[in-house]
Structure formats: structure tokens, C-alpha cells
């Protein structure tokens, strides 16, 4: 009868050895992901197109509201927020001048700040299409500036 005690206890040690490794490969995984998704940038296949795109001078002409039936459904990290299209002045590096525009959500405070009519941003656009994107300093680019 002492066997199975035995192989019962074998058993139990195997699993509380096992279970430390179990936890820190879980970390690791974990850590892992957040790594790879904080490398890989946005999810909004959108910006991606922006990404590496050329950098144009964009003046502020209307921060305006968009309405409820407008709008798309909020995403979770837009809570408090409101989306507003922005129309900008683009002036490209070659002296190009053009109409462009993006839609975000913004606080009302940034809205009123921020994005106010005069205000500069430098922005990525793409050649082809009046979509821009503002590189703020949220996305690694300067501060906005006043006339």
C-alpha cells in the first residue's frame, strides 16, 4: 500500500515545480505581445497608410463637430471625447498648396486649443488623396504652433 502514497506525492511534486514555470512562461508571453503591439503602432489600418508618408505645413480652417447620425461608434478609447473634422491648409515641401482634412476625436479643451482656425501642424499626406494626419506630439512630432 505505501506505493500509491508514493506516486501520489511524486505526482504533487511534479505540479508544484511545474506550476512556477507555467506562471513565469505566461509573463513572458505576456510581456512579449505587449512588446510586438507597442512596436507595431496603431490599429487603425488608416494610419498605417500614413506611416512613413512625406511631411507637408498644414494650417487649421475649420475644427468642426461632427454630428451623431455622421459618426461611427465610439471607440472604446475615445470615452469623453467627441470627433470633429479638421480642415487644413496643406503646403507640401515642393511649395504645393492644397485643401486636406482628417476626422479624430478629440476633448473639447484640444478642439478649442490645439486645432483652433491658425493654427500649424506638420502633417503626413499622400499624393492622390486630400486625407492628412496630424503629427501631433502624441504621434512623435512637434508642438503645435500659433501665427
Do not use: N
Not at 96 to 117: C, I, M, N, Q, R
Amino acid at each position: 500500500m505505501p506505493e500509491p502514497i508514493v506516486a501520489a506525492t511524486a505526482a504533487g511534486a511534479s505540479t508544484l515545480v511545474s506550476s512556477p514555470l507555467i506562471v513565469a512562461a505566461s509573463v513572458v508571453v505576456v510581456v512579449i505581445m505587449l512588446v510586438f503591439r507597442r512596436i507595431r503602432g496603431p490599429e487603425d489600418p488608416l494610419e498605417l497608410v500614413f506611416r512613413g508618408a512625406p511631411i507637408g505645413d498644414g494650417v487649421v480652417l475649420a475644427c468642426e463637430q461632427v454630428t451623431e447620425e455622421d459618426a461611427e461608434p465610439l471607440p472604446g478609447a475615445a470615452k469623453g471625447k467627441l470627433r470633429y473634422r479638421i480642415s487644413y491648409e496643406v503646403t507640401t515641401p515642393q511649395g504645393h498648396e492644397y485643401h486636406g482634412w482628417e476626422e479624430k476625436y478629440l476633448a473639447p479643451a484640444d478642439a478649442a486649443t490645439a486645432f483652433s482656425v491658425g493654427t500649424r501642424h506638420r502633417v503626413a499626406y499622400r499624393l492622390g488623396s486630400d486625407q492628412v494626419r496630424a503629427r501631433t506630439r502624441r504621434h512623435g512630432g512637434p508642438p503645435a504652433r500659433r501665427p
